[in-house]
């Protein structure tokens, strides 16, 4: 698996590119945004700066995963990320995860950033399957996912407490003939 390598992705809302220390900062406004921190962090997650540095500091030489950084084309500014991780060399499967704040919202930059590593997953790496997990009242994030070609494959019903109640965790995933054949016609 060539996670090694971090390219960089050009769509024409969103550069995506390897992520640096220098981007924790940023990315600490983004995850505490309280959309972010309601569909992406267990509640029980500890972060803190310095750990975030760490983290973003030592992501361009993680051989294991690959977590880009999703910026605006135009200034730089990080808005988010995109990561594929937990690679299954006998399956040729992985998962993926994102999460965008509120600057990049409502723009289609996560649309794009999603199909961008996605695409690089199937016709670069060549993956079979891509999987997610995704909250169920996590409507936004849903669409994009359908959008792209992911299909729901399963639902963890009441599998996560939340706000003194419980959300689904929606399984979904998109397969490397799927996103081709949903390719050669968008095109």
């Not at 790496?125 to 399963?154: M, P, S, T, W």
């Not at 959300?167 to 054949?181: H, N």
């Amino acid at each position: 698996m060539r996670f090694s390598v971090k390219p960089t992705l050009t769509g024409r809302k969103t550069v995506l590119r390897s992520f640096t220390e220098a981007d924790a900062d940023i990315m600490w406004e983004i995850i505490a945004d309280p959309e972010v921190l309601r569909f992406t962090f267990d509640p029980s997650t500890e972060l803190t700066l310095e750990r975030l540095r760490s983290w973003y500091g030592s992501r361009a030489g993680a051989p294991d995963r690959l977590d880009l950084a999703v910026t605006d084309p135009g200034t730089g500014e990080v808005l988010g990320e995109v990561v594929l991780y937990e690679y299954d060399p006998a399956a040729r499967s992985c998962t993926f995860r994102t999460l965008i704040g509120p600057r990049g919202r409502g723009r289609g930059v996560g649309t794009e950033a999603t199909r961008l590593i996605v695409g690089y997953g199937f016709e670069q790496l060549g993956l079979r399957r891509i999987q997610l997990e995704v909250y169920g009242d996590n409507d936004r994030a849903r669409h994009v996912y359908e959008k792209i070609g992911f299909l729901v494959e399963g639902v963890r019903r009441q599998a996560l407490p939340r706000d003194g109640g419980w959300v689904d965790e929606v399984l979904m995933a998109v397969l490397d003939r799927e996103w081709a054949a949903l390719n050669s016609t968008a095109r």
